[in-house]
């Protein structure tokens, strides 16, 4: 299983360097029209739409789910008759889990398929790897995953929260939940540093001790130490940004050490139905997840998005926080399409502040300033049947703030 | 005191693992001097065979008890495989070794991304060995570990005995004591290298089966572990086994011991230059064997 994720920047330097090979090249073939842009082909009675995963390489098991919501949005969508009475037509290309190959095929798709948006990415260095390239284009970008926040481009959609819509109300929990000591657990790159960062600074605004953090490279799965630190610490709750399968090493190690969701609680960020079902509920049953949906988010759109999935794509296949953001980002893209009254970039952009939409996860609205959308946080506890169940909520949409600025405590970080 | 207990538990637990994962490299490379980089792919064959035996025999206990056999078969035939194939043409010439091993590796972790895909899989342990015990004095011992370490001891009394006391042991040490002379005695030494690198597949095997108690089991798994293997028996001395035995647990105690007061990166660093220091003061290793041959 791997669930290396979103946000999460491995090899970022390198990707960056090859991106900006990249984008440099491009810039030298097709000097002339690079600052204009390339329009979107609408002239016939379809219009193209672009999806970029890595259907293939370590990262597929995760994009495929999300590939597969996407269809299933533009599916319904074209059932209702399309989006300014053209239908949608998917271009699909695989980004093989390779940061270069996601800004090639971007670059494919907007020049050569002159798409009106893609939909897509999901590692943080696929993302940043297309950024430039979305950027010298003039083209848009739908990004579906949760990340590590500090980040605003023109042209990128993010349809997953940033970290004040799930780290930071996390914390919140855990701080009514009269927690005053945390064990921070995390990856060893960019997306848990930041993260912990962050819960630091967020500690010691909130009278919060932070007892000890620990890091493990990518695929290690030797936890005996870390777990017997934690344990030692006596701390009230453990912060674990790990990704991939770290998480399989260190839960089992944590559950032979004899503590259990009881005696000492883990929140995870990285760690959705899909997940839980390749790590065993054997070892999480009981334990934390933030996020902001679960499969069992109650209400009627949710119904219907898992029902539909389902009848789709299999009865045993459970839906996730990824999944669903993935899902609404065509369906936001459409309503901004349909305010502007035209699939033009600019004016789609300029369109998109207050477009709300009533998604499985509830109400979200784009915030034009950011383009992040205001998203209800959620924590869940991992039950014996694999799925997510919601035990707080924050009541109401959280406006993003990718860069924390709202939060005095926050002032070093950025 | 709790906690130096308890982590001095982790360190001989650790060292276990390393024990388990070196143990048939320090008999096909310690004893053989073939430098055999698919060794980590044998590890990896053992945890796949587990896995799919758990989709036979669902019951987790058992499944594990019978998979320790047959992982140990599977993995041992894939090296006498290998050793038939390629590496008995290529004993004059140990780099070149390196090199088509090393493309076995990688040929052996495709073919596993093929069968079972490349996502990692997961095998249920039995609820017996999930738990732990307790000691007074709040020390807990997780069953898991115990296990590993009672694998790891078991497999280092059976192999010694079988070295020390059987006939094929006395002609394996023969052979490795001096090729030529065991040769012209009588001894048929490509059916003892054979049997050599099997058994030394075979433990490779076992190891792998351990490990599905402690992570999870994917196609890269092995690359992941061949190096500390080679650590382990390069330091501990090449042709003896007690020094892979002490090696390992005091790499095991030095790891753990570095990262309680560290953090993993760096102690994994301390290791490394530890492991440096004493080959400039030791570059035989730990232990050496006398022998009479030239080489």
């Known amino acids: ?414 | 005191m709790t906690v130096l207990i308890g982590q001095l538990f982790t360190g001989v637990s650790i060292g276990a693992v390393l024990l388990l994962i070196a143990l048939g490299l320090a008999l096909t490379f310690g004893q053989m001097g073939v430098i055999n980089m698919a060794h980590g792919e044998f590890i990896m064959a053992g945890a796949y065979t587990t896995y799919v035996l758990q989709q036979v025999i669902t019951a987790a206990g058992w499944s594990l008890l019978i998979a320790l056999p047959i992982a140990f078969v599977v993995a041992g035939a894939m090296g006498v495989l290998l050793e038939m194939l390629l590496i008995r043409r290529l004993y004059a010439r140990p780099l070149d070794t390196l090199l088509v091993t090393w493309g076995v590796s990688l040929i052996l972790q495709q073919l596993a991304r093929d069968i079972f895909g490349s996502p990692n899989v997961q095998t249920r342990a039995p609820e017996l060995l999930t738990g732990n015990i307790a000691l007074p004095g709040g020390i807990t011992v997780a069953n898991n570990r115990l296990f590993i370490l009672a694998l790891a001891g078991g497999a280092v009394v059976a192999l010694t005995l079988a070295l020390r006391v059987t006939p094929l042991g006395r002609r394996i040490r023969a052979v490795v004591q001096n090729r030529d002379l065991a040769a012209v005695s009588g001894i048929p030494t490509a059916r003892v290298d054979r049997m050599t690198f099997f058994i030394g597949s075979g433990l490779a095997g076992i190891a792998g089966v351990a490990l599905t108690l402690l992570g999870p089991i994917g196609p890269t798994m092995g690359t992941n572990l061949i190096i500390d293997a080679f650590l382990v028996v390069v330091v501990g001395g090449i042709g003896q086994l007690k020094g892979t035995v002490i090696v390992a647990f005091a790499l095991g105690v030095l790891q753990a011991t570095g990262e309680y007061l560290t953090t993993l990166s760096v102690a994994k660093v301390m290791v490394f230059i530890a492991i440096v220091a004493f080959l400039q003061w030791r570059p035989q290793g730990l232990f050496t064997l006398r022998t009479r041959s030239l080489a």
């Open chain 1, 1 to 414: 299983m791997t669930l290396i994720r979103g946000r999460r920047i491995l090899a970022g330097a390198m990707t960056l360097v090859a991106a900006a090979a990249l984008a440099a090249c491009g810039s030298k073939t097709t000097d002339g029209n690079t600052s204009a842009g390339v329009a979107a082909d609408v002239s016939g009675d379809t219009v193209k739409v672009g999806l970029l995963n890595s259907l293939s390489g370590t990262m597929a098991i995760s994009e495929v789910t999300v590939r597969d919501s996407i269809m299933l949005a533009i599916e319904e969508i074209n059932a209702a008759g399309g989006v300014l009475d053209k239908k949608i037509e998917p271009v699909g290309e695989d980004g093989a889990s390779d940061w270069p190959t996601f800004a090639e095929k971007a670059e494919k798709l907007i020049r050569e398929d002159r798409v009106a948006a893609v939909f897509g990415c999901w590692t943080s260095a696929s993302r940043k790897a297309v950024k430039p390239v979305f950027e010298k284009n003039k083209a848009l970008l739908f990004y579906p995953v949760q990340y590590e926040g500090l980040e605003q481009s023109p042209y990128i959609f993010y349809t997953g929260a940033t970290t004040n819509q799930q780290i930071v109300p996390g914390l919140d929990y855990l701080k009514a939940q009269g927690t005053t000591s945390l064990y921070l657990v995390g990856s060893d790159y960019v997306f848990p540093r930041t993260a912990n960062k962050i819960i630091k600074a967020y500690a010691e605004a909130n009278g919060m001790k932070v007892l000890g953090e620990d890091y493990a490279p990518l695929g290690s799965t030797e936890f005996g130490t870390i777990t017997n630190k934690v344990k030692s610490s006596g701390a009230d709750a453990v912060f674990n940004t790990l990704n991939g399968d770290s998480n399989v090493a260190f839960f089992k190690e944590y559950k032979s050490a004899g503590l259990t969701a009881d005696s000492m609680p883990v929140v995870s960020v990285s760690i959705a139905e899909e997940e839980v079902k390749s790590i065993g509920t054997q070892y999480l049953e009981g334990q934390l997840t933030a996020w902001n949906y679960y499969q069992t988010t109650p209400g009627a759109a949710n119904e219907k998005f898992v029902a539909a999935y389902k009848a789709k794509y299999g009865a045993d296949k459970p839906t996730s926080d990824p999944m669903e953001a993935a899902y609404i980002s065509v369906y936001l893209w459409k309503a901004m399409v349909e305010k502007a009254g035209t699939f033009d970039v600019e004016k789609v952009r300029e369109a998109s502040d207050g477009i709300t939409f009533e998604a499985p996860e509830g109400l979200v609205t784009v915030d034009g300033a950011t383009q992040h959308i205001a998203k209800t946080a959620r924590v869940g506890k991992i039950g014996a049947d694999g799925l997510i169940t919601e035990v707080w909520n924050s009541g109401e949409p959280i406006t993003p703030d990718p860069y924390l600025k709202s939060y005095p405590w926050a002032g070093g970080l950025s």
